[in-house]
């Protein structure tokens, strides 16, 4: 099968310090990956890469999108040939409703691919049926772009976001924190509503948690800007029995 | 300063010269004015020093140096402009008066509809039962301190006189557009004077547009505006005009007790504009809202000066005032708030708030507080920032292009100023213009949101 998400010997760091260290991913279409570790193991900088954030310096390696490379294109071109990152802290923006911030983000991936902007009528009807994944109240769409929003709010606004977009791939960035059971039942719930054959997700978590809703197929362990470890779903339950302390152990040994 | 590298001598020198043009035809109460300005302007002459920290292009000795031509002949414009002019959106549906160059027109909308209780007409042919109230005004609201009501006042041959009789509410907004037209450099005295009796009600809109972009122009506007007790005032005005516009505008208001005033300025473009406040509250429990918008981008520059004083109690004010600038667009505001010993209970709040959108747009803000008296609640705060870059990564991280996201934030930064407009119509209308500014559409009258566009004038 052709492979969806390839990333090669990726480094890439933040004012000048080093944090990832030669990142390899290999995601497939119909694939949910795990990516846990530690704190500061650097799963947030490769999202963050891999989305284009300006605050990170790409040091070497490669990323390809269904064999486009990612690492040359625009955060919004990314985004256009089927990556979404769902934000950790997903940003609030005063004045720009939902609605109008999504039409923009449709039209223009519609204009990206040669298709004509949605009309009226279709783009309030998506918006209905990609709000029920998520459960998401009405009232929200009219309201400033995750202004006031709840915690939960939040995450499961990204869900909708990424209900909307239908990216090839989502990256979904630490989305269980900060959600009490019920939103983390909704937001997981969502997720696993738009997974095909198709698409493929990965989901960054420091907790075990996330994952009894979102089943893995891979579970990868970063530490120290490397995935050190890489097995099936039984690696997560091994983590949150055992803690970091043993991966962290062998690496450090090895390195000695 | 010798009489020969004075910019302002020009303007003496021309009334001087031609004081019998200016006297044929004009009615005492302008030939009041003119003497007085005329006195007044040699003598601010000797006096003028520039403030130090102007922008220089909105220095008087510079918006005043160019050898513009004055009309004081009164010849009227070629086309017969105003009559071809009227208002393309019937929603609006205002009482629209033009002013051709400055000459006053009245249109027959205005004429056919003229509400009871309303009086819009020239300060050449004020009804005998108002040319008391009119001189009053006239009086009362010539800028003293200023070389530029000297020369206001010494060239003044025409203007507005609005009164609203007392208890008259009036519906539909009074819609004065200013129309530039001519094939060389012009400065237009234009002079509008508002009387809100008391207990009356009035929207005035004014509008700027230049039919002839090439050709310099100053535009020197003077506004003045009487709310007595318990009248209401909503007064709008939008400038589109062209790179090789400046533009003097001073508005002075008082307010009476128990009044409310709502000014909104919004610069949309044009090249060099120096906007002067001058608001005084003398009566008790008064409302005062003032609030501007300006997209400065290319080489444009606009400059706002607020000074408000609170003279009675128990008076309340708000300012807000925007500027996003971009290129190499410069921007300026002063915002002096008084309180007098007297404004006891007064709550005043200013607030600037400004996004440089380019590393050579340039900005200076200064807010000041002079506060008399103890029990009072006053706030101030000017910020100047850019564009929230978490903001705009996350939208790209949607599909939104940079730019476009730019143009989208640029926006919403200014939707307050746009929401706090009460006036419906022109809220929806600015809201589309303001975002067809942000998106490059060039300002002219086709896409203006006022909508009053002219038509050629038929052979």
């Not at chain 1, 995450?155 to 630490?174: G, S």
């Not at chain 2, 000297?150 to 507005?160: F, N, Y």
């Not at chain 2, 300012?319 to 290129?327: G, M, P, R, T, V």
């Not at chain 2, 590393?359 to 101030?380: F, G, T």
Request: charged share 25%.
């Amino acid at each position: 099968m052709e492979d969806l998400l390839k990333v090669e010997n990726l480094r890439a760091g933040i004012d000048g310090k080093e944090i990832l260290r030669g990142i390899n991913l290999t995601v497939r279409p119909g694939e949910v990956h795990a990516i846990m570790g530690p704190n500061g193991s650097g799963k947030s900088t490769l999202s963050g890469v891999l989305a284009g954030d300006p605050r990170f310096t790409v040091l070497g390696g490669s990323a390809t999108l269904a064999g486009v490379d990612l690492l040359g294109l625009s955060p919004e071109d990314r985004s256009h040939e089927g990556l979404f990152l769902s934000f950790q802290y997903p940003v609030e923006i005063p004045g720009v409703t939902m609605v109008n911030f999504m039409r923009a983000a449709i039209n223009a991936k519609r204009k990206y691919l040669g298709l004509e902007p949605m009309s009226a009528a279709d783009f309030l009807k998506t918006m209905r049926q990609k709000r029920a994944v998520v459960e998401l109240d009405n009232k929200l769409a009219s309201r400033s772009v995750n202004e006031g929003f709840s915690g939960g709010e939040k995450k499961r606004n990204e869900i909708f976001q990424m209900a909307m977009l239908e990216p090839r791939v989502a990256i979904l960035d630490e989305t269980d924190s900060g959600l009490d059971i019920d939103a983390l039942r909704i937001v997981a719930g969502g997720v696993n509503k738009l997974k095909t054959d198709q698409n493929a997700t990965i989901v960054i978590t420091h907790y075990q948690r996330l994952l009894d809703y979102i089943k893995p197929d891979f579970v990868h362990i970063l530490y120290k800007g490397r995935i050190v470890h890489t097995g099936g779903p039984e690696l997560a339950l091994e983590l949150e029995e055992k803690g970091y302390d043993w991966i962290k152990q062998e690496v450090d040994n090895e390195q000695i | 300063m010798s009489r020969s590298d004075n910019a302002f001598n020009q303007y003496l020198d021309l009334v001087r010269d031609n004081a019998a043009v200016m006297a044929k035809g004009r009615p005492a109460l302008l030939e009041a004015v003119n003497k007085a300005g005329a006195s007044r302007l040699a003598e601010a002459i000797e006096a003028y020093k520039p403030a130090s920290d102007e922008i220089p292009e909105c220095r008087l000795d510079r918006l005043f140096a160019p050898d513009y031509g004055v009309n004081i002949a009164r010849v009227p414009m070629t086309a017969d402009v105003a009559a071809s002019f009227r208002c393309g959106v019937p929603q609006l549906n205002s009482l629209l008066a033009v002013v051709a160059n400055d000459i006053f027109r009245p249109t027959d909308v205005l004429m056919r509809n003229m509400p009871e209780g309303l009086t819009v007409c020239s300060l050449r042919q004020v009804p005998a039962e108002f040319e008391a109230d009119a001189a009053a005004l006239l009086a009362d609201g010539a800028d003293k301190n200023s070389i530029a009501g000297a020369i206001s006042d010494a060239l003044a041959h025409d203007g507005i006189y609005v009164r609203v009789a007392p208890r008259t509410e009036i519906e539909k907004a009074v819609q004065i557009v200013n129309i530039f037209n001519s094939p060389v450099p012009m400065l237009t005295p234009r002079r509008l004077l508002v009387h809100a009796c008391e207990g009356s009600k009035v929207k005035i809109l004014l509008c700027d547009h230049t039919q002839t972009p090439a050709v310099q122009h100053l535009n020197l506007q003077n506004v003045y505006i009487r709310v007595d007790a318990g009248a209401e005032v909503e007064f709008y005005d939008i400038e589109e005009s062209s790179a090789a516009t400046h533009r003097l505008f001073s508005f002075r208001a008082v307010q009476h007790s128990d009044s409310r005033l709502t000014v909104n300025t919004d610069f949309l473009s044009g090249g060099v504009t120096r906007n002067e406040f001058d608001i005084s509250v003398p009566g008790d429990g008064a409302y005062t809202s003032l609030s501007g918008l300006a997209i400065v981008s290319d080489e444009q520059i606009c400059s706002d000066s607020v000074v408000l004083r609170h003279l009675g109690s128990h008076c309340t004010s708000r300012q807000i005032f925007k500027n996003a600038l971009f290129d190499k667009g410069r921007g300026a505001f002063g915002g002096r708030i008084v309180v007098d010993e007297a404004a006891r209970f007064t709550d005043a709040a200013q607030t600037n708030r400004n996004i440089l959108e380019s590393p050579s747009a340039r900005m200076e803000a200064s807010p000041q507080l002079e506060i008399y008296c103890d029990e009072v609640k006053c706030s101030h705060g000017a910020t100047t920032g850019q564009l929230d870059e978490r903001a705009l990564f996350y939208m790209q991280a949607r599909g939104i292009p940079r730019d476009e996201a730019k143009r989208m934030l640029t926006q919403a930064f200014m939707v307050d100023v746009i929401d706090n407009i009460s006036f419906e119509v022109l809220r929806q209308r600015l809201h589309i213009l303001v975002e067809k500014r942000l998106s490059g559409a060039s300002a002219d009258c086709s896409t203006c949101a006022t909508a009053c566009h002219s038509q050629a004038p038929e052979e």
